[in-house]
């Protein structure tokens, strides 16, 4: 093949790459300002919500509690509860387990039942009968 084919060639595979890029990113800036322009619409209808929304958390952080313990707001924890609340609510849980299992455990052994019956070619003869 001569060098004029390779040339060509290749100025036909950088001419596209640089048509595509250029694809590319105009496609990628129109998307950028489209997200942009939507952004700004959703600041506009929620932007005076957002400003109530920090007042008034603001305003709660700054009033001091009634029962007169630090102003640390308060997070439940379930390391804060008492160990027996705990170990029931575990009991309860191991209870639930158990009875799906069984649940489960049963379910199977009805459809081993019937996987067993189907599998045995004895069976099928008497039902032939």
Known sequence: MSVWFWVTLWAVLVTATV????LL???LWRAFRAL???L?????????????????LNAA????????ADSEPHRPSMFADDLTTHYARLAV???????RRAA????????WEK???????????DDAR
């Open 104 to 111: 489960r455990r049963a379910r199977q052994r009805v459809t």
């Open 36 to 38: 942009m322009s939507e």
């Open 40 to 56: 700004d619409r959703a600041e506009e209808l929620h932007g005076p919500a957002m400003i109530r929304l920090d007042a008034a």
């Open 25 to 27: 990113a105009r496609w």
């Open 93 to 99: 849980l191991r209870e639930a387990r158990t009875a």
């Open 19 to 22: 048509i595509g890029a250029i």
């Open 61 to 68: 952080e700054e009033r001091p509690r009634p029962d007169g």
């Open 115 to 125: 996987w067993r019956h189907f599998n045995d070619p004895h069976a099928h003869d």
